[in-house]
Structures are given as C-alpha cells and as structure tokens.
C-alpha cells in the first residue's frame, strides 16, 4: 500500500467515521446488558464441541457435539442416545416435515437421516461445488429443504480466518424433498449462518455474520422473493436461528462486535502481518470462549483486576440469546457478559421444559427457565 493509498484511506476514516457497518450500534432498550443467561441449569456432562440444539418433540431435543448428533431425552434430559457418527463435525440440524432428521456435515454436506433406513441419504455438492462449509438447514411445510454454507470450500471451524480475509464467499442453496433437484438460490453472501422458515411458511429468515445483518424474504411455491433488511447492523455475529413456539425466533449471537476489532479489520497490513506471523487463537479477533490464556489479546487496560475480568470490559467472549417478535423486532435478550460463564451461543430453541441453548464456547446445554418477553 502506498503513501497516496493511506492518506486516502485516513480521510475517509475521518470524513465517513461512523458510516455504513463501522458503527456498531448500542445495547439498549430489549437489548440491555443483564446476567440472565447466568442462571440458567447446565444440562448434564460436558458437550464439547456443542453446536446445534432443536426440539425433537416428546420432551426430547437433537444436539450436535463433535462428529456425532444425540437425542436427548427423559427427566432433566439425562438420557442421551447417539443418533448418528460422521466422519466430519456434525453443526446444523433440522426436522424433515416427513420425519427425517437433516444435519449438516463439515466436508461432506448435507445428510438426509431416515429412522427406517439403516444410512442416510446425502447431498455432497451445488452446481459443481461441494458442500464443504454447511452451517444450518431447514424445511419448509412443503418439504423443500433450504440451507446455508458460510464460505464455499472452507470448514465451519475456519471462521476467524474468514472474518480476518472479508471473505463474502457463503451461499444459500435450496433442494427437493428427496435432496433432488439442488439449486444456488443466493450466492457471495458474508458468511451466511442461519436459515430457518417462518411458523406459517411464509417467509425465509436469514443471517449473515461478517454484515451483521438478519434478513428476510417471502417464500413462495416458485422460490423466494426480494431481500427485506430486518436488521441491517447488529452488535454483534448473528448465528442460528430457531423458532420460539409463539410465532417468533431465537437468535443467537456468538460474539460481540467491538471497536479494536472493527479497526483491525481496516488495517490490511497489520491484519495481515497478524495472520502470517500468529496462530489463529491469538489474533486479535472475536472468540467464542476467552480469558484462560494469559497470551490472548485484551489483557491489559483495566480488561482484569485481581484475577477477575470485569463485566463492563471489552469483551473477546459474550454469551448473548436475542428473541424476536413476529416481525424480527427486539422483544428481550439474554446475557452473559465479559465475566461471565456461558459464552458463544450457536443455536436456541424452545421446548416445554425451558429454552435449551448450544454454549459451544462454553461446551455445554444450558436450559433457561425464567421468563423470556
């Protein structure tokens, strides 16, 4: 980068300062930072690599860990039974209307899981390009089957390096019932990373995590219609989303958004230079768990004192669980802040028994019991 190409550079940091996506907007109103998510019951051991949790219905839910999807059931879900093992991590899930169980496979795509049938049935490429990177799925009442993959040709677990090169490689791909007929429907996305239909089948919900943006369209027999912004700037890296029972979503964010790393992000040489030279846990960069490693960034600056990060510093980690109203509005939120336990929300979804939440920087299933507007 040259002399002319920085000065440029610093003008219109000066001039547009807080323009477009660079402003990062507030927690106010419904969205106000609180300690809710702080109370809520760990459900049993630990589940490293916890991603995607839905309701299975019966007073049981799906979960994914590691390469393998559980059902969980019985009281307090202490039972747990293994479903399905792949050879990649199993991440997003999805109940087939026909009963079919979907899962989304890193490096390998999409498996259509039939209890009848003793293996699944898979969809392992669009348009001459294969599923590497699938992060969430759904199912319209139709049986069409919808789904994201937040960078093609990279795995989920090559976020932070996809953040740090503003990649916007993802795409949203759409198939037949029986995983026929697959089409692109989106492509150049950033990072798309959740996708769900509407209670009513109306409507497709989407999220794309590097333009902190929640987005809609109307889903029609022909296909889906034009973008509606619902979001355009959120504070944070929207990730899944899963109906509430009551028309609305749960959204949940897996890391705040912050000003170093807003700035880093405008800082190609140095970012650069920091992705050369540094392993990728060290980056300055969201995290989905933090403050263990007395090498990772932000540990100066009043961010500790006495061993203990305080609430109000900039947080690396955050846990936070948004709910949405019908029209994607901010109805209340759930926190867990930069000292607190449960980071990195993936995925949320209401059941009878409370909300069970995927803290995968935890590693853990969280249930919430207490109110939720």
Known sequence: ????????????????????????????????????????????????????VIDAGGGAVYVSAGRRVLKLSGTDYVTRTIMAEFDGEAGGLAL????????CVAGRGLAAIDPAQPEPRWLNDVGGRPLV??????????????????????KPDEWRRDLM???????????????????EVLRDLPYSHGVTVSPDGASLWLTESWAH?????????????????????????????????????????????????????K????????MASMPPDYWVAPAL???????????IGSVKALGIQKPWAPPRSYGLLVHLDAEGEVADSLHSRAGGRFHGLTAACATHSGVIIAARGAGCLLNYTGDLR
Do not use: W
């Not at 319209?140 to 960078?151: C, K, L, Q, T, Y």
């Not at 929640?214 to 959120?234: H, K």
């Not at 768990?289 to 540990?299: I, K, N, V």
């Open 267 to 274: 800082e190609d040489d140095f970012r650069n230079d920091m």
């Open 165 to 183: 090169e503003k990649r916007s490689n993802g795409r949203l791909i759409s198939c037949g019932a029986g995983l026929d007929d697959p089409q």
């Open 213 to 265: 943006r929640l987005s809609r369209f109307a889903l029609g027999p022909s296909g889906i219609g034009s973008r509606e912004v619902i979001a355009a700037n959120m504070p944070g890296y929207p990730a899944r989303l899963h109906p509430d029972g009551r028309g609305g979503l749960l959204l949940a964010v897996f890391a705040r958004r912050t000003h170093l790393i807003e700035f880093v992000l």
């Open 96 to 103: 087939h209307p026909d009963g079919r169980l979907l899962v």
């Open 133 to 154: 990177g699938l992060l969430s799925v759904t199912a319209a009442p139709d049986g069409r089957i919808f789904a994201v993959e937040g960078s093609v040709g990279r």
């Open 289 to 299: 768990a933090g403050g263990s490693d007395c090498l990772e960034p932000m540990q």
């Open 1 to 52: 980068m040259g002399f002319f190409d920085h000065l440029l550079r610093d003008i219109r940091s000066v001039i547009d300062r807080d323009g477009g996506q660079d402003a990062i907007p507030p927690l106010d109103g419904a969205m106000s930072p609180n300690d809710r998510l702080d109370t809520a019951v760990v459900i049993g051991d630990p589940l490293p690599g916890v991603d995607d």
